[in-house]
Each structure stands twice: as structure tokens, then as C-alpha cells.
């Protein structure tokens, strides 16, 4: 028969606390839902490395780290309770997670595996979600306080050397203290935070409350050598010309500038940079700058390049400063038939000519159908530079605006006054109306040849639209109808077609 529930069960110790009291509730069979889990008030140092709260502290005691529990707990009075590694190492850091429900979802994670729900372990379970975000949130504000704690040099009579300051969001002040005292050698220091302190006199660690009086770093310590130093190192290797805010505040965020040495700093080199301090970066200090100088003969340091063209030098519109390069049209001089696309996509950013990519394998099949050679006609686009939206790593397409058109149309209006073509193929409604320099409906397009001058214009889909659409069927019938638009065109060329005005 199970013994009568106390009701409340008092944490005094942090995780080592908890697990007494929760085998003593196991072992007496009381249910979850009977039990109310209270935190004493305590420094969470000391709680977590499970240690009496005396006014000299105590020496840490070897424990196993969570990597190495064994899989049966210590046998407290009574037959022990096993739990699996994972399970174990769960438990110990979601207890580090600062907050007073944490030792009762503990206990029912636990009260659930010992009846044979192994599901609790699995971060599908609703409770053991729970508990995967929280030991989450401890391990990043594990990684944080070691990033973060930065200490400073003191040389008073009875003070640690090195004394620092920090506000963890949880209770992993035993486990930085561990990873500096494995670091720091015979060197003392202190580190304080609002729910407990930790000293290290260069042989143990000791652990006790914060007292009122606690030493506190001072800010911008002008007797700390060491911190000067870094900080004027901090100041120059600042550069305001690389400076990306969003990732600053991704991998420092603000909430810990106020610790940090560096911190005061910070805002000032943002504003300068803000201000223009990034378009001049480090250019006044080149030229002063010595350095070894390397003998390379002048073709190796200057070698030939094409002559840029008038088109590598276009800057009617903004489209060249994310560009790779511009992609004029290709194709023989003497071509009777033109196709004109939108604009270049990503491959052809990159390979500098028109047509390379998916589409233009498209266009392929569809000159294949037609039996018309690719290398007889002149591709083009109506707008020469690459206009694209980033997406992750990608560089996705975007649909140029008119005012882009307009400002490409010059170069579109050269290459049909150089060709003279007979038969010039818009391919999609952006090359329709940058040819006929109005909006036309695709669908009134598509009904029949249009006189333009000499030349004949038709219309017919963008070979990236047969890529978009998603049915099969669909698919084959775009490809279709570009082919017949190509083979009309050829005829045309030919002279062998009706022609509406």
C-alpha cells in the first residue's frame, strides 16, 4: 500500500535534490498530479552542483558528467530505478532550466517511463518536447556564458585575480565554472551572478549566495592593462566596410553587450559606420602601410582583357550592381528570324550568354520539333542584365519592371535595327510589349502574325513557363505551341504566310 502523499516536496539542491525526492515519491507510488514541487531559495551554483549552502563554501565533488551517467540510477534505499542514458541526460539539463514548473514536469516524465511509456523520451511526445526546449535553451546559455563572461584583472590584497560578472538565463553557473577552472590553471578568480557565485582559489571550486558587497568589474578599468589592450585591439580591427548588423546581433546579441568590455564600444562604431566610416574603411591607412614588395612583370600584374563593349558599361538602369555581367543577344548577323526572351536567367548571368540554362533547354526541344537549327536564329532579351530575388542560397527570378524595359529598349531597338530580321518571335508578354513598345494581350497576340515595319512579330509562351506549371499534359502542350510559333516563323521567313495587319 503506498505511503500518504506529503502534498509539497521541497527542492533544497537542485537536480541531486529532485532525484532524492523523486525516488522517494516513485518508491512510495505517488502520482504526479498529487504532488506539488517547491524550489528553496538558494544560489542555482550551488544547486546544481547539488552543495550546502555555507558561508565558505564547499568543494565541488566529482561527478559524472551527463555523457557518462550509468544507466542505473544510485541505489537510494530500495531496489534502484533504471532509466536509459538519454533519458538521464535529459533529465539533468532541462533541471537546469530556470523555472518553477520544471521539477514537476520532471517527475511526470519520469512517473511515465517507470509505467512503461518510453514515448516520454521522444521529443514527438508532448512532454518530452518539452523537455528537448528546454535542455535546448541549457545548452545555449551554457555556450553564451562561456562565450560572454569576460574577467577582469585585480590586484588588491585578499580579491580572486580576476574577478567577473554575469547574468546567465539559467542555472549553468556550475558548468561554466567547471570549464574555466579546467582552463585557467593556478590562476584565482570569482564570477558572480544574481542566484549564486563561484570561486576558484587555483586548487578547488567553491560555491556560495551573492552576498550585497560582491565585487563588481569596473567599467573601462584604466589599472586592467590587458583590458585596455583588447580594447584598442577591438577598435582596429573593426571594419566598417564588412559590417553586417543582423549577423553582429545574430551571434552577439544586444543583451550581453552591457557585459562585455567591448559593449561601450560597439553602438559608437555602428553610428560611424552608418555615418560613412564604411564607404572609407581602412582606405586612409594603405597607402602607409609597409610591406615586402614582390617583383611581377608587368603582363602578369595588367594582363590583356577584351575591350569592354558600350553594352559592359550600360548603367541606364540599376540592374548592373547585381549582376554578374550583362548578356547581349547571340546568334548570326545575317538571321531572318529573331526570338526575343525577358531576360537572363541565373545560368546565363553566370555564363554570359543567352539561353543556356532550363529554358533554354526547353527552346531546344522546341527548335528540334520544328526542324529548325538553333545556331540560324538570333536569341535575345528584352532586358540585358539579371534581375533577381535571393532565397537562401538561390538567386530566383524577378519580373523586370516597365521603367527596367524602357531603359533596355535601346538595346533591344540596336540589334533589330542591325539585323533587320524578317519574323522577330516575342517569347512571353515582356518581350511582346518591349518589341511593340505597347501592351498587347498575349492571347490577341497569339492569334496571328502582326506587321511591325518591315518585320512580322508573333507571339507564343516563355520556354520557363512550360517549367513552372505542373501538369504534365499542360507542359507538353506550352512546348507544342512554342515548336508551331518556331516553324511558323520559318515559314514566314519564307514568305510562304498570311500576314494580319
Known sequence: MSAVCPGTLVVDGGYASWRAQALRALRAGWPPEAVTWVDADGP????????????????????????????????DAGPPIRISRELATLLRDAAQYRSPQRWALLYRALWRWCRGERAVASAADQDGARLYAMAKSVRRARHDMIAYVRFQRRSAPGVPEYIAWYE?????????????????GGSTW???????????????????????????????????????????????????????????????PVRFWKGLPEGALIPGMIAEARQGARRVAQASNIGGMTGKQV????????????????????????????????????????????????QPGDHEDLAGRVFVGPAGQILDEAFRRADVRRDAVFLTNAVKHFKWTAHGKRRLHKTPGQLEVEACAHWLEEEMARLRPAVVVALGATALRAILGRKVPMRDAMAGPIRLGDAVVLATWHPSYALRVADATAREAVVAAIAQTVAQAARLAGGTDDIRA
Open 44 to 75: 542555482a551554483g550551488a544547486a546544481t552542483a547539488s552543495l550546502p549552502l555555507d558561508s565558505g563554501g564547499a568543494a565541488l565533488p566529482a561527478d559524472d558528467p551527463p555523457a557518462r551517467l550509468p544507466r542505473a540510477g544510485v541505489e
Open 168 to 184: 546567465p538565463e539559467h542555472d549553468v553557473l556550475a558548468y561554466a565554472a567547471e570549464h574555466f577552472a579546467a582552463r585557467m
Open 190 to 252: 570569482w564570477i558572480g551572478t544574481p542566484h549564486g557565485a563561484a570561486l576558484w582559489n587555483g586548487h578547488a571550486l567553491h560555491y556560495s549566495s551573492t552576498p550585497d558587497d560582491a565585487p563588481r568589474p569596473r567599467a573601462n578599468d584604466a589599472t586592467d592593462g590587458v583590458e585596455a589592450l583588447w580594447l584598442a585591439y577591438y577598435r582596429n580591427i573593426f571594419n566598417p566596410a564588412r559590417l553586417n548588423e543582423t549577423a553582429l546581433r545574430q551571434h552577439m
Open 295 to 342: 617583383a611581377v612583370d608587368a603582363g602578369r600584374a595588367l594582363p590583356q582583357r577584351p575591350a569592354p563593349s558600350s553594352l559592359d558599361q550600360c548603367r541606364r538602369c540599376e540592374l548592373w550592381r547585381h549582376a554578374t555581367q550583362p548578356v547581349p543577344g547571340s546568334g548570326p548577323q545575317t538571321a531572318r528570324i529573331m526570338l526575343v526572351g525577358e
